[in-house]
C-alpha cells in the first residue's frame, strides 16, 4: 500500500530557514549524456539525487560496460531519461528494447523516433506505433544530414538530437518547424554542450552542429531551480518568510529560473547574497495580464496553485505540454482545485481561474496522479489549510528526493499515513 503524507504547520505561519537543493535534474541529465558521448572527457560534479537523474546515471554505467547484445533498458517513470536514451542508444553498437513503466508506454516519442529515423537510425515500436518500448538496433549509419522537427513539441526532443549531433558523422542541422517552445530548455543544452567544446550555429529556424570532438571540461550542476519555485510558493503564502537557497545564481541556465520575476507580483523579492539568494515576503501587485508559460511549463502547477490560494482569476497561455507529462497536468489541476471550490477553465488554449467559491475545509486529501509536481504544488496549502494529505508521497524521489524533510526542517510537521 503506498505511503500517504499528512501535512500541517502548526506555527505562526513565519518561516527563517536555509534549504540546501539537490543538483538540477534538466541540467544534470544533459551533463551525462554529455559526458557519455564524450566518452569520458567531460566530467560532472554536483550531481542530482533526483531519482530521474540516478536512474539515467545508472543506465549510462551499465550499458558502457555490458557486451553489445540486445538489452533491455528500462527507464522507469523517467521521461527525460526515456527520450534522451532514444537519441544516445541508436549512436552505439548493440541492440536494445528501450521501455519504462505503463504511464510511459503511455508518452509520445514518435516525432523524435521518426526524426532519428529520417537519418539513419533503426528504431521500430515494439508495441504501439509511435509509442515506447522501442527497439533499438546500433550503431547508426547516417544517411543525411538535416532534419525537420516542430518547436511546439517538447523541447527534449530537439535536445536530445543536438546532443548526438557532434558524434555523427556529417553532423546535424535541425530545421525548426513553427514557433520553439520551451526554448530556455534549448539554450541550456547548446550553452552546457558550449562548455564542453562543442560549437554551433543557429541561422533562423536552423541550428546546426558539425562532426567534432569534445574537449576535457567539468561540467558543475547548479541547483534546481524546479525545486527552488516551491519554496517560493511557501513565502507567498506564509504571513512573514525569509528562506535562504544556497549556490542558486542570478544568471541561470535553467528556465525555471523565471520562477523570481514571476513571483514578485506575488509578494515574493529575491535577494542575491554571496551564498545564493533569499526570499523574503513582501506585498503582492497583481497585473492583469495573462501569465505565457511556455518557456517554463514545469513552474505552472506551483503558480496557479497559489494564485488559486490567494483568490486570484489570473489567466494562463503555454500550458499545452503539460497534457502529455507524468499525467495530464491540466485536468489533475482541475480535479483537485475542485476540493476548494476552484475551477480552472480552457477556451482556446487560454486557461483562466475562477476563485469566487474558494474555500478552506479544516482537512483536504489531494490525488497525485503519480506525479512529483502535484503533490509538491499542494504541500504548501497545509499554511492555509489545517490537514492537508498528499497521496503517494514517494512521487516526489523523482526530483526532490529531500522535500519532505525539508518542509520538516522550515518547521511543518509531516506524518506518514
Known amino acids: ?169 556529417q553532423g546535424l542541422t ?50 534546481d531551480w524546479s525545486a527552488a519555485s516551491y519554496w517560493y510558493s511557501i513565502a507567498c503564502l506564509a504571513e512573514k518568510a525569509e528562506i535562504t537557497l544556497p549556490y542558486l545564481k542570478e544568471k541561470s541556465l535553467q528556465g525555471d529560473s523565471r520562477i523570481r520575476s514571476i513571483m514578485t507580483a506575488f509578494g515574493v523579492k529575491t535577494t542575491t547574497t554571496a551564498q545564493g539568494i533569499t526570499l523574503t515576503s513582501t506585498d503582492k501587485d497583481f497585473g492583469s495580464e495573462v501569465l505565457d508559460l511556455k518557456d517554463c511549463p514545469d513552474l505552472a502547477q506551483t503558480i496557479i496553485v497559489c494564485a488559486a490560494a490567494l483568490k486570484q482569476n489570473l489567466a494562463f497561455t503555454g500550458l499545452e505540454t503539460l497534457k502529455i507529462k507524468e499525467t495530464d497536468r491540466v485536468k489533475a489541476l482541475q480535479n483537485e482545485l475542485a476540493k476548494i471550490g476552484v475551477t480552472l477553465n480552457e477556451d482556446n488554449l487560454v486557461y483562466t481561474l475562477d476563485c469566487e467559491n474558494l474555500h478552506f475545509p479544516e482537512r483536504v486529501t489531494f490525488s497525485t496522479y503519480e506525479d512529483h509536481r502535484m503533490a509538491m504544488a499542494f504541500a504548501p496549502l497545509s499554511l492555509l489549510i489545517k490537514e492537508v494529505v498528499l497521496e503517494e508521497m514517494d512521487v516526489v524521489e523523482k526530483s526532490y528526493p529531500d522535500f519532505w524533510k525539508d518542509l520538516q526542517k522550515a518547521g511543518f510537521t509531516v506524518t506518514v499515513i
Not at 546515471?57 to 523517467?78: F, K, W
Not at 530537439?158 to 548526438?164: G, K, N, T, V, Y
Not at 547548446?190 to 536552423?206: C, P, R, Y
Request: hydrophobic share 40%; charged share 15%; proline share 6%.
Open 1 to 169: 500500500m503506498s505511503k500517504h503524507a499528512l501535512v500541517s504547520f502548526t506555527g505562526n505561519t513565519e518561516i527563517h530557514t536555509e534549504i540546501t537543493l539537490t543538483g538540477s535534474k534538466s541540467e544534470c541529465n544533459r551533463a551525462l549524456i554529455i559526458s557519455a558521448s564524450s566518452k569520458g572527457a567531460v566530467k560532472v560534479e554536483n550531481m542530482s539525487i533526483a531519482a530521474d537523474s540516478v536512474t539515467l546515471e545508472r543506465i549510462l554505467n551499465q550499458i558502457s560496460t555490458a557486451a553489445p547484445h540486445q538489452q533491455t533498458v528500462d527507464v522507469g517513470p523517467a521521461g527525460t531519461a526515456m527520450r534522451f536514451l532514444t537519441a544516445y542508444l541508436p549512436t552505439l553498437p548493440g541492440e536494445f528494447l528501450l521501455t519504462g513503466t505503463e504511464r510511459m508506454k503511455q508518452r509520445p516519442i514518435g516525432i523524435l523516433a521518426e526524426a532519428l529515423k529520417t537519418v539513419g537510425a533503426d528504431i521500430s515500436y515494439a508495441e504501439q506505433e509511435g509509442f515506447p518500448p522501442l527497439n533499438i538496433q546500433g550503431p547508426l549509419k547516417q544517411t543525411q544530414a538535416t532534419v525537420k522537427i516542430k518547436g511546439d513539441i517538447s523541447s527534449q526532443y530537439i535536445s536530445a538530437l543536438l546532443m548526438i549531433a557532434p558524434t555523427l558523422e
Open 174 to 223: 535541425l530545421q525548426i518547424e513553427g514557433e520553439l517552445t520551451s526554448l530556455p530548455y534549448v539554450n541550456m543544452t547548446l550553452n552546457m554542450l558550449e562548455e564542453a567544446g562543442i560549437s554551433h550555429s543557429w541561422d533562423g529556424q536552423n541550428i546546426s552542429i558539425q562532426p567534432q570532438p569534445f574537449k576535457a571540461a567539468t561540467l558543475v550542476v547548479e541547483p
